[in-house]
């Protein structure tokens, strides 16, 4: 099946600091990403959607300059969480919709495996 | 109100089946599905329904649909402690592209 690749799995970073999780879809292309945050036994919960090419949409509540995407290509769309505080400790994850599916039907949507933010 | 909701916690024995419930809220959702999610990870498809369905049956794993209700459920069969994880139901929501909602994720424990 497809497979979406998202790094770190893991990162500690110091407070202040700007951190950038990467997020790629390896065999196939994705016009469309989405990213999410989940804290400790909470349900997922979507930040934005990345599009290539174009801006991203936030959801209600999250800072677009807070949470900085680019989707540059088919194939990579990059979080960049600036000046990272302890409150934005999170397992932050990505899902990738396959170019080619055009089905309602979200089979053609594939998930990274997570990054563990840490921020001291 | 806006959240799907599940319930947060199941335990059972291994070769009992489980059954997970979840409520969701959007009526016009076109499709419901069923993620699994194992510590530390990302989410994996299990599973997904057309509102048009009230049943779908996939090897191990039967969702059941009431649309009325709004009520949707996960049957696993023979349950293995390999099932071990957090189950969440999202419901689709069509805002222009489908948007995924999450329920609240629940937690299976399955012991020997």
Redesign the interface.
Known sequence: GAV?S?HP?RVICKSGTSVKIECRSLDFQAT?M?WYRQFP??????MA?SNEGSKATYEQGVEKDKFLINHASLTLSTLTVTSAHPEDSSFY?C?ARDVQGVS????K?F????T?LSVL | GEDVEQSLFLSVREGDSSVINCTYTDSSSTYLYWYKQEPGAGLQLLTYIFSNMDMKQDQRLTVLLNKKDKHLSLRIADTQTGDSAIYFCAEGRNTGFQKLVFGTGTRLLVSP
Request: proline share 0%.
């Open positions: 979406v998202q799995s469309t989405f036994k909470q349900s997922l919960m979507l959607t994850i899902s309602w039907g979200n089979e949507l998930f990274g495996s997570g563990q």
